[in-house]
Nanobody
Framework: QVQLVESGGGLVQAGGSLRLSCAAS????????MNWFRQAPGKEREFVAA????????LYADSVKGRFTISRDNAKNTLYLQMNSLKPEDTAVYYCAAAGDIMVRTASRMRYWGKGTLVTVSS
C-alpha cells in the first residue's frame, strides 16, 4: 500500500505560480511511476503530467507543456508539480497518483490516489 497526501494548493492570480507537493508513505514510492491529474468542476479527471520511477523521463498534457514541471525526490518520497504562468482554466482539484512500472496517462491504470488539493486561479 502507498498513501499519498497532496499539499500546496491555494488561490493565485492569473500569471502566478504555485508548487504542489505529494508526500508518499508506505511502500517505497520509487517503485512507481507517478502522475498528476486534475479535475475541474463539472468535468472529467484529466491527465496533467507523469514521471518515471527514476525521474529521468516525463510526459505532459499539451495544455500544460512549457508551463508546468513535474519532478520527484525519491530520497524524500515526494513528488512535485511546479506550475507557472497559471491561467483561470487551470482551476481544479489536483491529484497525485501512483502508477505501475511505466508511465501511463490513463486514470483507470493508477494504483493509488491522493485526496487532492484545490488550485484556484483568479482572472
Amino acid at each position: 500500500q502507498v498513501q499519498l497526501v497532496e499539499s500546496g494548493g491555494g488561490l493565485v492570480q492569473a500569471g502566478g505560480s504555485l508548487r504542489l507537493s505529494c508526500a508518499a508513505s508506505g511502500r517505497t514510492s520509487s517503485m512507481y511511476a507517478m502522475n498528476w491529474f486534475r479535475q475541474a468542476p463539472g468535468k472529467e479527471r484529466e491527465f496533467v503530467a507523469a514521471i518515471s520511477r527514476s525521474g529521468g523521463s516525463t510526459l505532459y498534457a499539451d495544455s500544460v507543456k512549457g508551463r508546468f514541471t513535474i519532478s520527484r525526490d525519491n530520497a524524500k518520497n515526494t513528488l512535485y508539480l511546479q506550475m507557472n504562468s497559471l491561467k483561470p482554466e487551470d482551476t481544479a482539484v489536483y491529484y497525485c497518483a501512483a502508477a505501475g512500472d511505466i508511465m501511463v496517462r490513463t486514470a483507470s491504470r493508477m494504483r493509488y490516489w491522493g485526496k487532492g488539493t484545490l488550485v484556484t486561479v483568479s482572472s
